[in-house]
């Protein structure tokens, strides 16, 4: 069964940085397409960042620019450096594969100040 593990957020000031990881078992990342998902209060939940197996990325509007997708093949992990980073950024945030092929996992809370 797939099982990610999500780590990183925390409270930071508008126009700061965020580095994000997420620890994957039951599948190899680099064989998979991953994604960065997030979810702000009252809000659905929204895919904000996507790498496939041969590397494309692919980001909405919303972020592009300011934030990547990366992987560590030997870590099986999957990163999401995020810059420049605004309020409206703040939320719940899960990886997974796309489409999910397991349960979410706790993900990772950012909160952006103004």
């Known amino acids: 069964q797939v099982q990610v593990v999500e780590s990183g957020g925390g409270l930071v000031q508008a126009g700061g940085s965020l580095r994000l990881s997420c620890a994957a078992s039951?599948?190899?990342?680099?064989?998979?397409?991953m994604a960065w998902y997030r979810q702000a209060p009252g809000k659905q939940l929204e895919r904000i960042a996507l790498i496939t197996s041969d590397g494309r990325t692919n980001f909405p509007d919303s972020v592009k620019g300011r934030f990547t997708i990366s992987r560590d093949n030997a870590k099986n992990t999957v990163y999401l450096q995020m810059n420049s980073l605004k309020p409206e950024d703040t939320a719940v945030y899960y990886c997974?594969?796309?489409?999910?092929?397991?349960?979410w996992g706790q993900g990772t809370q950012v909160t952006v100040s103004a």
């Open positions: 997974h594969t796309a489409p999910r092929l397991g349960p």
């Open positions: 039951g599948i190899i990342v680099v064989s998979n397409t």
